[in-house]
């Protein structure tokens, strides 16, 4: 075959680059003049971080471990952007993982907390239990008062260990934890020695309550989170239903979006842990359908939870679950994993059982039928980029599998499952580094825009409710542009 | 959308599992009652190993570091057994790293040997310099004969220096070199110190004849390597010309083939630099085009080598590769990084430019209409998985892209690069990180007898050559799954 002219060849160049790009998450949508204006000050900002990296990749922001470059993101003016940015919504996150650490120190300063044991001094070291109680628990351990322990340290020295103690953050990651059990048994101690301390009914209502106004300070502006329901109690030893547990959520919800009407809403995903023996999955699916019946609004469906490498399959769940009523909408997890034949196989489970999104879907990339479907019935895949990175599954953010789904405009939304236990923020962080690495170098603010209308589209608010959301995000959307087009520099 | 009943949603999850499996690499193949039998055995192998990680993720061999798991690999019977299988050809290696590194201390025994510098004691030191000279050599430099520092360190402790200096093997290979930047310069340093020493004529046709030696003892029986041509000299100071450099390997071929008829043929590849300036490259092509119609058979034709993210980009040659004759075929390296929408558009030159294969193609999977190309052209992927993890593209081998290429059968084979640097054999140890990791838990004999096949058919033997070829691959393949079946236990 004869090779073709230069000029032949640089028009078949620029055609296949233009098909290339027409394909990527965002191509479709068109800016406005004061968008394209934005977007060559995104694009500068993006290529001047990304130049670090290329002659010294150990400067790469996307190329690191996420807490080896925190310090650096939270500095870099696209970030700041970036936060300012109206992000549409969370599609998966988790109950108690979702607000800072600083509503956990919050939550110490309430009266009546008790603590056994202390806090780690080193890795390995077991951590405290945790208690609210009038007096002193009976159950066996060195209880003290929270309050006493504070004056005896010092105050700020027990916030400090606080903010030390409910986090995943260390200097060195790819030296912390061997591998991806490891990790895992870390972040699930998280959650446990935090139970009972946000379990509290008080703390359990102020802390929803302030998850929601950081996600506003964060320009997340509709929620649609997953929770354990775990029970929770009061100083007068009652221990509340789930029923009532997701009425103070409601409650919550209905008071901070009175106070703040441009937020869009909040749903609530009832998604128990996937380790449990059969009868217990039965009350499960009980629970779910009496919640949805009493919260229809508020319920959006159903999932489960827990490290999939070491739950059981979906196998073991399905005859139960094709028996729920079809008005039970599926959020699964699937294909959090980097294997291939073994658990990832959930993926398959979860798309015929018509699941709405597939949580993580990190392993999709590797089942061709399960992308062609994904495709065909638009199911979305939340993509936790961030969570994916410190709990072991990628290291280089350029290799996660949202860059495959980002480039042939897959339907995806980025969320943060836990940011509480990174130090990220609600969304922003995730955003940064879905922006800067699981995107090409030439992915550009549409992608970003897509992302945040990616995430009303694919949230389970109905039509009208969707349409509300849309006006709020549009006005706030043009706020922004406005605001961050005064910081631009001239020559943009 | 009303749930379908259980065994309806049964044959449906079947159904879709057949459907995947349909499509992966191998796929088409139906094994014999012998090769099924065979199957069942290294199915039993690989389950047994993947196993001891399914618990405990730091025993996963698929999922470590090469060098941390080289010793369990080199004594699991899986590998043995892979090691005996006749593997087809390397279509994907580098002329003075293919051979072992007993091939680098079996020359530096040759006489007039000189030495100037010392051999690394510790990660950083400065590489020695190495000259064959009849007298001491008359550049600066503490020159002294090597068979002089042989005897006055003991000659086993001198070998064991060489083998510990030409090698990027490490016992903590994730803290040895912090970024890729670092271990290509590592990389790099072995080639260039290694150079003088391997360019020594005699040295020069031993190595290559050792290299193919190795390969067969590999079970490895065709050859389609890439090479530089480095100056060629002798002790009469004579400096050899690229034509009579070509001739050489030629020759050790010819003689290689008639003392091996087994063994399927030998082709060559001209890759140089792409650190060079016009004038420079322009002399590549001349030379190419030279050696082209004097080798017509045993030239393949021309590629470009260097590290891709700081390598001149593709479009700063394809002007000129175009002038070339349609005669000369291309095998251009492309997409051997992490990044998106940088140097990794090479591709996008490589497919345009009509190039035969892709060395690496690791990128290709982020490029969606690269992807839809290279199935249409058949154009074939060479994946060289440990090379990628060595010199960190990657970690974990289940997230490498040929999990996806494997996944849904595009044209891939899997290759070497450079074994020699990594304790590799020729080309055993990358099928079995390829089987084990890059695979599909449940892809089985047939993946690898199709990566075999792969070998050959996207070789760049004709009609007649690939004939005969298949023919000695079939005999080699039944030969061993003959023997192979005598070791394996009853109950298979």
Chains 1, 2 share one sequence.
Not at 112 to 126: K, N, V, Y
Not at 180 to 196: G, Q, S, T, Y
């Amino acid at each position: 075959m004869a090779r073709p002219a230069y000029d032949e060849f640089q028009r078949q160049r620029e055609e296949f680059l233009n098909r290339e790009r027409s394909r990527g998450l965002g191509a479709d949508l068109v800016l406005s003049a004061d968008e394209e204006r934005l977007n060559r000050y995104v694009m500068h900002l993006k290529q001047q971080e990304l130049a670090k990296g290329v002659e010294n990749p150990y400067e790469l922001v996307s190329g690191r471990h996420f807490f080896e470059m925190l310090e650096r993101i939270n500095d870099s003016p696209l970030f700041k952007l970036i936060q300012k940015m109206p992000k549409g919504g969370i599609l998966h996150a988790h109950d108690t993982a979702i607000g800072s650490t600083e509503l956990i120190v919050r939550a110490t300063h309430h009266e009546h907390l008790w603590q056994s044991g202390s806090i780690p001094q080193a890795e390995g070291d077991p951590m405290p239990a945790y208690k609210f109680s009038r007096t002193k628990p009976t159950v066996d351990g060195d209880w003290r008062l929270v309050a006493d322990i504070r004056s005896s340290m010092g105050s700020e020295a027990y916030d400090a260990a606080i903010r030390q103690m409910f986090t995943l953050y260390t200097k060195d990651p790819l030296n912390a934890h061997r591998d991806i059990n490891d990790v895992w048994r870390k972040f699930m101690a998280l959650f446990i020695c935090f139970e009972p301390m946000v379990t509290y009914r008080p703390v359990w209502e102020e802390y929803f309550y302030g998850c929601l106004e950081e996600l506003l300070a964060d320009n997340v502006t509709y929620l649609e989170f997953r929770g354990l329901l775990p029970p929770v109690y009061d100083l007068d030893d009652r221990t509340y239903s789930p029923e009532e547990i997701v009425q103070m959520y409601v409650e919550q919800s209905d008071k901070f979006l009175r106070a703040h009407p441009k937020f869009m809403g909040v749903k609530f995903i009832y998604a128990p842990l996937k380790f449990c023996d059969d009868a217990t999955f039965d009350g499960y699916l009980e629970l779910v359908q009496k919640l949805q019946q009493r919260f229809p609004n508020f319920i959006a469906g159903f999932d489960l939870v827990g490290q999939e490498d070491l739950g059981r399959p979906h196998t073991d769940f399905n005859e139960r679950l094709l028996r729920l009523p079809p008005t039970i909408n599926f959020f699964f997890h699937a294909g959090e994993t980097n294997w291939i034949g073994r658990r990832d196989e959930n993926l398959i489970d979860a798309i015929l059982l018509g699941t709405k999104r597939i949580g993580h879907g990190f392993a999709a990339l590797k089942h061709p039928v399960v992308l062609e479907e994904v495709k065909k019935r638009q199911i979305c895949i939340e993509l936790n980029p961030i969570s994916n990175q410190v709990l072991k599954l990628v290291q280089d953010f350029r290799n996660h599998a949202g860059a495959f789904y980002f480039s042939d405009n897959y339907p995806v939304v980025v969320s943060s499952d836990d940011p509480s236990f990174w130090c990220a923020a609600p969304l922003s962080h995730d955003f940064f580094v879905a922006f800067m690495g699981l995107a090409s170098a030439r992915a550009d603010l549409r992608l970003l825009k897509k992302l945040a209308l990616n995430s009303i589209e694919y949230s389970s608010m109905d039509g009208a409710e969707k349409s509300v959301a849309m006006e709020k995000w549009t006005t706030a959307w043009n706020t922004f542009l406005q605001e961050a087009l005064q910081s631009v520099p001239g020559e943009f």
